[in-house]
C-alpha cells in the first residue's frame, strides 16, 4: 500500500511561485505514474501534471509553460513546481498515482490528501 504526503501549499501573491512535494512510502514511485490534480470550490476537479514511469510528463493546457512537474526516485519524491501564478491556480492540490497514467482521478489507486494553494491579486 503506497501512501503519500503533500506538502508545500501555501498563500502567494499573483506571480508568485510555490513548490509541492509529494513524498510516498510503501511503494517505489519509479514504477508508477505520479499525477497532480487540483479542485477548486465550485469547480470540476483538474488533471494537472503527470509524469509516467519513464519520466514523460504531460501538462494541462491551463498550466503550460508555469509548471514542471518532476520526480526524485532517490528520495521518492514527486514535486511540483509552479511559476507565475495566477489566482485560477487557487485550488486544493492533490498527488495520486497509479501503474498507468490517467485523466482522471477516480482511476489513480493511491492518493493523497491535499495540500492547499491560495494564489491572491
Known amino acids: 500500500q503506497v501512501q503519500l504526503v503533500e506538502s508545500g501549499g501555501g498563500s502567494v501573491q499573483a506571480g508568485g511561485s510555490l513548490r509541492l512535494s509529494c513524498a510516498a512510502s510503501?511503494?517505489?514511485?519509479?514504477?508508477?505514474?505520479m499525477a497532480w490534480f487540483r479542485q477548486a470550490p465550485g469547480k470540476e476537479r483538474e488533471s494537472v501534471a503527470s509524469i509516467d514511469r519513464n519520466g514523460f510528463g504531460t501538462y494541462a493546457d491551463s498550466v503550460k509553460g508555469r509548471f514542471t512537474s518532476s520526480k526524485d526516485n532517490a528520495k521518492n519524491t514527486l514535486y511540483l513546481q509552479m511559476n507565475s501564478l495566477k489566482p485560477d491556480d487557487t485550488a486544493m492540490y492533490y498527488c495520486?498515482?497509479?501503474?498507468?497514467?490517467?485523466?482522471?482521478?477516480?482511476?489513480?489507486?493511491?492518493r493523497g490528501q491535499g495540500t492547499q494553494v491560495t494564489v491572491s491579486s
Open positions: 510503501g511503494g517505489t514511485i519509479s514504477s508508477l505514474c
Open positions: 495520486a498515482a497509479t501503474r498507468w497514467c490517467f485523466t482522471a482521478l477516480s482511476e489513480y489507486e493511491y
